[in-house]
Nanobody, 123 residues
Framework: QVQLVESGGGLVQAGGSLRLSCAASGRTFSMYAMGWFRQAPGKERDFVAA????????FYADSVKGRFTISRDNAKNTLYLEMNSLKPEDTAAYYCAAGWVAGTRTQSSYEYWGQGTQVTVSS
């Protein structure tokens, strides 16, 4: 199995930027397709972005396309989410997840989840 720990969340003003990291330990990180999801208070957890094992293919929710960038460094066992032009509606707990199916938006396809990191965007 793999253990995932997110970091990099915080409070930022609208229009600002943050970079989230997800550090993986345990089984070989490069074996897994990875994804980011988010959950706002009182709402369901939603897909944000996904990346395949090599990092060569990425997938985004329409709401973040052009503003967020997912990437990974397999040598460092780390997944990233660069978030630019942040909006108050981006406020949520952000979770990274590891699975076997590249590019899927389906949460049940991801086997391992981190604990989440909070992102708050003020207007």
């Amino acid at each position: 199995q793999v253990q995932l720990v997110e970091s990099g969340g915080g409070l930022v003003q609208a229009g600002g930027s943050l970079r989230l990291s997800c550090a993986a330990s345990g089984r070989t990180f490069s074996m897994y397709a990875m994804g980011w999801f988010r959950q706002a208070p009182g709402k369901e957890r939603d897909f944000v972005a996904a990346i395949n094992r090599s990092g060569g293919s990425t997938f985004y929710a329409d709401s973040v396309k052009g503003r967020f960038t997912i990437s990974r460094d397999n040598a460092k066992n780390t997944l990233y989410l660069e978030m630019n032009s942040l909006k108050p509606e981006d406020t949520a707990a952000y979770y990274c997840a590891a699975g076997w199916v590249a590019g899927t938006r389906t949460q049940s396809s991801y086997e391992y989840w981190g604990q989440g990191t909070q992102v708050t965007v003020s207007s």
